[in-house]
Nanobody
């Protein structure tokens, strides 16, 4: 079982920045993929960015250049630096982990990001 603790969400004006953090903990697990998805009101959950085992980074095309994902392997923590935020970035951001053990998916509780115009 893997637990995640997310932090860093909040309210920011358009053009501002936020940094999200997600720390994964548990016993006897190895992370295959770790990253972020988001879900805006009335919309489906969508990919934001992932760090894949081996250090491969994957971004939603529309977010490249504004969002940067990074990971501290020693701390099992992933970060999402979000710059030049827009009102359409308003959503609940969910941390995601896929483990090598059984290819299991885990989701964080979500952190709200609100960008005001």
């Amino acid at each position: 079982q893997v637990q995640m603790v997310e932090s860093g969400g909040g309210l920011v004006q358009a053009g501002g920045s936020l940094r999200l953090s997600c720390a994964a903990s548990g016993s006897n697990f190895n992370i295959n993929v770790m990253g972020w998805y988001r879900q805006a009101p009335g919309k489906q959950r969508e990919l934001v960015a992932l760090v894949i085992r081996g250090g491969i980074l994957k971004y939603a095309d529309s977010l490249k250049g504004r969002f940067t994902i990074s990971r501290d392997n020693a701390k099992n923590t992933v970060y999402l630096q979000m710059n030049s935020l827009k009102p359409e970035d308003t959503a609940v951001y969910y941390c995601y982990v896929n483990t090598m053990e059984g290819q299991r998916d885990y989701w964080g509780q979500g952190t709200q990001v609100t960008v005001s115009s």
